[in-house]
């Protein structure tokens, strides 16, 4: 079956931050319509739904189609992580390739329990993943004292400053970097809070390496992409943004500690001199090559991470992404800008479908004063090994 899918139209609720007040319904109302207006469509043209981010903090996908008063005949709902941005979309993108579904809403919303989700902090059922039998797939075993996300990143972060001899002043240029994208995005949190390299390195270390700055902005907000087959994007008078190639997450031992590479030997996963390979299904899908991407946007809740991608996808060898980030900056007049919205450390964590909508506004030559000259194919890389290709090109 070959891959026919389209984003059509972008939406995100009016605005994202703490204390909006707004419940997670009301924020993904909000991104829903708008998502409908960019793309000029009446709700009655949605027929398939994903969402991955459940009650009580998100929407269940059954809630959501309700209070929408949606009639749609395929949906999914899908783990909530924002390790599930490219499985989403590229079930979306294989949806309507199928014929399962004409046109799909992509839809997120999240509260953190720094904001609206406070409200929730007497029914949180959660249980940290690291309550897990063998640990969670961040690094961490609580009963050993290292619960959750941030043990994981902060492991992985030390090990790559020791194995490669990175500093703190390496994993300053890519907050810095995040925020100087920040001060020219309106949406973003910290679109006012710009940082130097000098502010950076006065923070205090808060979990191993890792300062206030290397972690993302949790926040309350939602968005939509509604993806279509391009037969019916060529009907409708928007931009033509193309679901080129989709690669999804990879899973074993090499692939189990998520803040981490192949090769660091984190957690579970075997040390071993890590290269990348040298191509990857999704290019062949796109049509591509790795050196045909004009920027790349990675999944950044801490900001080693965009080191780790980097690696991941051979825009550099092991243990030589720092210096790349440093000595050529990711800014959108460098080789290979990063992240031009902002990413989870500057605009929010979105779950990383704010970057999937940046890539649309850049595609669209939307992006205003962060806009990237010439661009035709934008990829997302994470660390663990899904992608997306955008392009703008019809096929």
């Known amino acids: 079956m070959p891959l026919d899918a389209c984003i059509i139209g972008i939406g995100t609720s009016h605005t994202i931050g703490l204390d909006l007040e707004r419940t997670p319904l009301t924020l993904q109302s909000e991104a829903f319509h708008a998502a409908l207006d960019d793309a000029g469509l009446e709700k009655s043209a949605i027929d398939g739904f994903i969402t991955a981010r459940g009650a009580p903090y998100g929407v269940d996908y059954d809630e959501f189609v309700i209070a929408a008063g949606l009639d749609v005949r395929w949906v999914s709902q899908l783990w909530s992580h924002g390790r599930w941005t490219a499985s989403a979309i590229s079930q979306a993108a294989l949806a309507v390739s199928a014929g399962v579904a004409d046109c ?14 406070r409200h929730f902090s007497s029914i949180n059922n959660r249980l940290d993943e690291s309550y897990r039998d063998g640990g969670g797939p961040y690094g961490g075993w609580s009963v050993h004292g290292s619960p959750g996300a941030g043990t994981g990143a902060a492991m992985v972060a030390q090990q ?95 692939n189990y ?22 191509s990857s299904p999704v290019y ?25 991608a980097l690696e991941r996808w051979g825009f550099c060898g092991a243990g030589e992404a720092a210096a790349l980030v440093r000595d050529q900056g990711m800014d959108i007049d460098s080789p290979l800008p990063i992240n ?31 806009q ?8 997302w890389a994470n660390g663990w090994g899904d992608s997306l290709i955008l392009t703008n090109e019809r096929a």
Request: glycine fraction near 10%.
């Open 372 to 379: 990237i000259d010439g661009v035709t194919a934008l990829q």
């Open 104 to 117: 799909v809403a992509v839809t997120n919303a999240h509260v953190s329990e720094r904001g609206y989700g």
């Open 340 to 370: 031009t919205n902002g990413g989870l450390l500057a605009e929010g964590h979105l779950f990383g479908y704010g970057h999937i909508i940046e890539m649309t506004r850049q595609l669209r030559g939307a992006a205003g004063d962060r």
């Open 160 to 254: 790559y400053l020791d194995r490669y001899g990175a500093t703190a002043a390496d994993l300053a240029a890519v907050a810095v970097g995040h925020r100087r994208h920040a001060a020219r995005n309106p949406l973003a949190l910290l679109h006012d809070t710009p940082l130097t390299t000098e502010e950076y390195l006065a923070e205090a270390e808060v979990m191993g390496p890792l300062r206030k700055s290397d972690i993302c902005q949790m926040i309350d907000g939602a968005t939509t992409l509604l993806v279509t087959t391009s037969e019916r994007a060529a009907d409708l008078d928007v931009p033509f943004v193309r679901i080129a190639g989709i690669q999804g997450i990879h899973a074993g031992r090499d």
């Open 284 to 308: 062949a899908m796109a049509g591509i090559s790795r050196s045909d991407i004009d920027a790349l946007f990675l999944y950044d809740p801490f900001a080693h991470m965009v080191w780790m």
């Open 257 to 278: 500690v998520f803040f981490s590479r192949p090769g660091l030997g984190s957690g579970v996963s075997p040390e071993y001199d890590y290269v990348a390979p040298q």
